[in-house]
């Protein structure tokens, strides 16, 4: 799909307006009038985001990494941070959403892993300790 702006013009057409391809709701769209003594011309300006925004995770990364770190996939979630950030600066969107994909799927990993860990280290110790009361009574 072509990303410029288009001008559409119609012959005359009995008053009614053209049909127009259905245009995604996140770009923003103006529709200018015809101009004076025209009626049968119509104008579209489709102006498209510059810069998209593509988040890089790296500060969960770090988090994960520092603080949760199972089987180094904290880490690995780092880099693929850092990777998503330079693609990024470099002007490549889809490596850089690629990257943070991947960096996002990671954390979402390393979290739940090592949440699921600090549990089962809670109740196994719990479990451990009043099995060990039970013994001495």
Not at 13 to 21: A, C, D, F, H, T
Not at 40 to 63: A, G, Q
């Amino acid at each position: 799909m072509n990303h410029t702006s288009q001008a559409f013009i119609t012959a005359a057409s009995g008053g009614q307006p053209p049909n127009y391809e259905r245009i995604k709701e996140e770009y923003e769209v103006a529709e200018m009038g015809a101009p004076h003594g025209s009626a049968s011309v119509r104008t579209t300006v489709i102006n498209m985001p510059r810069e998209v925004s593509v988040p890089d995770h790296v500060v969960w990364s770090l988090f994960n990494t520092l603080f949760m770190n199972f089987c180094c996939l904290g880490f690995i979630a780092y880099a693929y941070s850092v990777k998503s950030r330079d693609r990024k600066m470099v002007g490549d969107v889809t490596g850089a959403q690629a990257y943070a994909s991947t960096a996002k799927c990671l954390n979402i990993s390393t979290l739940v892993l090592s949440i699921l860990m600090v549990v089962i280290t809670i109740v196994s110790v719990i479990i451990i300790v009043l099995n060990a009361q039970n013994l001495h009574t």
